[in-house]
């Protein structure tokens, strides 16, 4: 719900990645794309560990009323800790918790990762703005990010846009700007969403392109990775979903010149909403 990485890299985050590194957040609507008062996908993945699932998962299978705010609780494992096309961690995968507090467009929340091999420790505090104007959603955040092996840190600034009028399919267009790495990381995204079983099952695939503006690296201006993946979310009760996705990333200039290779991952967990 995306995104927060590397302990090599200048500012890894959660919010870009699929992933939406990683996975935005892949599982954010309640109901099926024919229905025209659905929460719309890229309205929740600036840094909740996009394409990935997080704690938005469940806060929109239950969402907040307009009278009082929603919580949401994630707890995710991934196998790879990915973001920007490029595995930030030598060994292993992340554990990662992550609690959010959102109403009347405005969500807050913060994220901790750990790695389940290798000793690595990262905490992101977010706040994010979304309003509907017209066919598009729009958004912007600020995250502060804090590496705590390497007691570095991160000021991220985001801002995004979705397109909701075309059947089938959401475009979107998601920009964060670095200050420590004094550079920006674009993608270009298309996703579409499937209801399953009375809408307990939720299916949502995509595809996406990343372009580094100096975000990831300096020597390179241009495409970095092409990437898919497919998110689920099965309600298990009232509340409390099942999460989980696959996704694969090539390999393009960017990522290339840093001998760097094709990758795939996935993400399993439970997010709960109240």
């Not at 075309?166 to 004094?182: C, G, H, K, M, Q």
């Not at 495409?223 to 009760?237: E, R, T, Y």
Request: with cysteine; charged share 20%.
């Amino acid at each position: 719900m995306n995104e927060l990485l590397d302990p090599i890299m200048k500012s890894p985050r959660p919010s870009i990645a699929a992933l939406l590194a990683t996975l935005g957040a892949f599982f954010c609507a309640s109901v099926s794309m024919a229905e025209e008062d659905s929460t719309k996908p890229h309205m929740d993945a600036l840094y909740e560990g996009k394409y990935a699932t997080g704690a938005h998962a469940a806060l929109h299978q239950e969402p907040a009323s307009a009278n009082q705010p929603a919580v949401g609780l994630a707890a995710l494992w991934e196998s790879k800790y990915v973001s920007e096309g490029r595995n930030n961690l030598d060994d292993g995968g992340i554990f990662s918790f992550e609690g959010i507090v959102e109403w009347k467009g405005i969500a807050a929340g913060a994220w901790f990762a750990a790695g389940d091999e290798e000793d690595y420790q990262e905490v992101n505090v977010f706040i994010e703005y979304c309003v509907s104007a017209g066919p598009l959603d729009v958004r912007a955040g600020y995250a502060r990010l804090e590496f705590l092996e390497d007691h570095e840190h991160d000021n991220e600034y985001a801002a995004g846009v979705a397109l909701n009028v075309i059947p089938f399919v959401v475009p979107a267009l998601d920009y964060v700007y670095s200050t420590e790495a004094e550079g920006g990381f674009l993608e270009l995204t298309l996703s579409s969403e499937v209801a399953l079983f009375g809408e307990r099952f939720m299916l949502e695939p995509y595809v996406l392109q990343a372009f580094d503006f100096g975000y990831a690296t300096d020597g390179h201006d241009g495409a970095n990775n092409f990437q898919v993946g497919i998110a689920g979310s099965l309600a298990l009760m009232d509340g409390l979903n099942l999460v989980g996705s696959l996704s694969h990333s090539w390999a393009q200039k960017d990522v290339d010149r840093e001998c760097l290779g094709d990758l795939s991952w996935g993400a399993i967990g439970l997010a709960a909403a109240f």
